[in-house]
């Protein structure tokens, strides 16, 4: 079982930067792969990125590419996602999930969710 609590979220100016954290309970963190999603309003749930359980891979959405990185520390059991050059168009609530099955990158099986954070990015 893994529990999954998103923070770091809040309102920002286009161009801005924000850093979300997602820190996960358990201590089999490390041998999940995790991932970041987000959904606008009255828009399906999209992919945003996803870190290898070791951290030497990572992928990204073309929309974020160049803009938002992924990182974890199996230390500590956290995952952020640092988001730079925000756009309106980013405005979302953003979720971490964790996943122990599935293909890398883009069909990981995402067992568990956290509640999500909210970001809004003002144009």
């Known amino acids: 079982q893994v529990q999954l609590v998103e923070s770091g979220g809040g309102l920002v100016q286009a161009g801005g930067s924000l850093r979300l954290s997602c820190a996960a309970s358990g201590r089999i963190f490390s041998t999940y792969a995790m991932g970041w999603f987000r959904q606008a309003p009255g828009k399906e749930r999209e992919f945003v990125t996803a870190?290898?359980?070791?951290?030497?891979?990572?992928y990204y959405a073309d929309s974020v590419k160049g803009r938002f990185t992924i990182s974890r520390d199996n230390a500590k059991n956290t995952v952020d996602l640092r988001m730079n050059s925000l756009k309106p168009e980013d405005t979302a609530l953003y979720y971490c999930?964790?996943?122990?099955?599935?293909?890398?990158?883009?069909?990981?099986?995402?067992?568990?969710w956290g509640q999500g954070t909210q970001v809004t990015v003002s144009s």
């Open positions: 870190i290898s359980w070791s951290g030497g891979r990572t």
């Open positions: 999930a964790a996943a122990r099955a599935g293909t890398w990158p883009l069909n990981l099986k995402y067992d568990y």
